[in-house]
């Protein structure tokens, strides 16, 4: 099975290393605009294999598509990384073009590739994406979920002092600092309501801390996070080329599903073979309904501004 990245920077080169070392793809090419970048990271990425006991083969190239002929699944990481202070939805007007030329390029040697959409402001990314290229809707998938969710068990974990593995919980909408819904009334330790264990406050911070989980990490490293975000997208990656049906909260077009048409937010979603194999229905509550309507209109607000880039 053969990966293609797109962007060989921290998030790309990330996402290659655990897909090698997990052994979840046979090839990966890594392809960068920067000469002789992706190439460099291809190389010491390589150069781990005898240490780390891998047999991925990973290839590096400078913007020469027909290296990634045939590729059964497409990452888009390229693009710029927000600042410290930054919002993601300020990175549209620089990504919006890279995003869209990728993907035509990538689309013209993999014609049936399922495009794993990365560059922020991801869910405006996805739904370009997937107006650009016309392409069904179950092959083009946002990864925003799979990461926050992690944050999500990640500061659990940390509220309950137990192991996240031990904590199953799951962030729904918008990959925003706003947007962003931790479904804290779904969160269970072993299978028991996080609530039993932790006060209302306590909850609230946890959820508070989620949202703004990627800022907080831009805040300490000067750019945004890269060995959380390349895990979860290879999370994705194994569903999907290993057919695991896993259920992933994925930004998804959603044509009447969650009450919402014409945008990509995130839902939970079946990901196998053929990319979203189902969008699940999950029974929300008022209040994470209404959550989930304010955070669509924030995204849809910024998809506005994505008129010139398709005109
Ligand atoms: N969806 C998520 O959960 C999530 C998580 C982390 C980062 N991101 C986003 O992913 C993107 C990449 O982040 P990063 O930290 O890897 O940035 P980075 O700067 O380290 O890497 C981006 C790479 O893209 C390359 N690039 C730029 N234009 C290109 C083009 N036209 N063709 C090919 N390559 C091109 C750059 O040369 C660079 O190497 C950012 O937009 C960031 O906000 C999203
Ligand atoms: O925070 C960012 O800008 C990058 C990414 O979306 C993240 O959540 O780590």
């Known amino acids: 099975m053969k990966v293609t990245v797109v962007g060989a920077g921290n998030v790309g080169a990330s996402c290659a290393d655990v897909i090698s070392y997990r052994g979840i793809a046979s090839e990966v090419v890594l392809l960068d605009i920067k000469e002789g970048f992706a190439?460099?990271?291809?190389?010491?990425?390589?150069?781990?294999?005898?240490?780390?006991?891998?047999?991925?083969?990973?290839?590096?190239?400078?913007?020469?598509?027909?290296?990634?002929?045939?590729?059964?699944?497409?990452?888009?990481?390229?693009?710029?990384?927000?600042?410290?202070?930054?919002?993601?939805?300020?990175?549209?007007?620089?990504?919006?073009?890279?995003?869209?030329?990728?993907?035509?390029?990538?689309?013209?040697?993999?014609?049936?590739?399922?495009?794993?959409?990365?560059?922020?402001?991801?869910?405006?990314?996805?739904?370009?994406?997937?107006?650009?290229?016309g392409l069904p809707k179950n092959r083009i998938i946002g990864m925003g979920g799979a990461l926050d969710s992690s944050r999500f068990r990640y500061y659990l974990s940390k509220a309950l002092d137990k192991p996240s593995n031990d904590v199953s919980a799951m962030v729904i909408g918008g990959h925003g600092d706003t947007t962003m819904i931790p479904l804290?009334?779904?969160?269970?330790?072993?299978?028991?309501?996080?609530?039993?264990?932790?006060?209302?406050?306590?909850?609230?911070?946890?959820?508070?801390?989620?949202?703004?989980?990627?800022?907080?990490?831009?805040?300490?490293?000067?750019?945004?996070?890269?060995?959380?975000?390349?895990?979860?997208?290879?999370?994705?990656?194994?569903?999907?080329?290993n057919d695991q049906k896993k259920m992933i909260a994925c930004s998804v077009l959603l044509e009447g599903e969650y009450g919402q048409n014409d945008i990509c937010l995130g839902v939970p979603c079946i990901i196998g073979k053929n990319g979203i194999e189902q969008i699940l229905p999950i029974n929300l509550d008022e209040n994470e309904k209404a959550l989930l309507a304010k955070s669509a209109d924030a995204v849809r607000n910024m998809n506005a501004d994505l008129k010139s880039v398709l005109a």
Not at 196 to 215: P, R, W, Y
């Open 39 to 133: 190439e460099g990271k291809a190389m010491d990425l390589m150069q781990c294999a005898t240490n780390t006991g891998f047999n991925t083969q990973i290839t590096g190239v400078t913007n020469d598509y027909s290296k990634t002929a045939n590729s059964n699944v497409v990452v888009i990481t390229s693009g710029i990384p927000r600042k410290p202070g930054m919002t993601r939805e300020e990175l549209i007007g620089i990504n919006a073009g890279i995003v869209k030329s990728v993907a035509e390029n990538v689309l013209k040697f993999s014609p049936e590739a399922i495009i794993v959409v990365v560059s922020n402001p991801m869910d405006t990314m996805t739904y370009l994406t997937l107006k650009a290229t």
């Open 184 to 241: 804290t009334r779904l969160a269970s330790y072993n299978g028991i309501p996080v609530s039993e264990f932790l006060s209302k406050e306590e909850l609230e911070k946890v959820a508070a801390d989620t949202m703004v989980g990627g800022a907080t990490l831009t805040g300490l490293l000067g750019t945004s996070a890269w060995y959380a975000p390349g895990a979860s997208v290879a999370y994705l990656v194994d569903s999907i080329l």
